[in-house]
């Protein structure tokens, strides 16, 4: 059984940083792509970033110049390094990893709290 577990969430000002990580634990196939999305109350999810198993990434358009996804094969874990952060980013931020073809696999985090406020 895969378990996402994400950490790095809290409280900052407008303009402070925040580090999301997430760790895949339990027997996963490599080859996979690993995301950030999140959720603000009343809103749909969306995508914030997300990264191939080679390294290419995606950023939303909300996220670029000032978020950075990294991420770490051998311990499958994904970083979300979020600097500049506004009020507008305060969301349930949420892991995301999934591979396509066979075997093919979607696994979520339970989500971590990130606010935005002075």
């Known amino acids: 059984q895969v378990q996402l577990v994400e950490s790095g969430g809290g409280l900052v000002q407008p303009g402070g940083s925040l580090r999301l990580s997430c760790t895949a634990s339990?027997?996963?196939?490599?080859?996979?792509?690993m995301g950030w999305y999140r959720q603000a109350p009343g809103k749909q999810r969306e995508l914030v970033a997300r990264?191939?198993?080679?390294?290419?990434?995606h950023y939303a358009d909300s996220a670029k110049g000032r978020f950075t996804i990294s991420r770490d094969n051998a311990k499958n874990t994904v970083l979300l390094q979020m600097n500049n952060l506004k009020p507008e980013d305060t969301a349930v931020y949420y892991c995301n990893v999934w591979r396509g073809g066979s075997p093919g696999y979607d696994y979520w985090g339970q989500g971590t709290q990130v606010t935005v406020s002075s």
């Open positions: 339990g027997s996963i196939v490599s080859g996979n792509n």
């Open positions: 990264i191939t198993s080679g390294g290419n990434t």
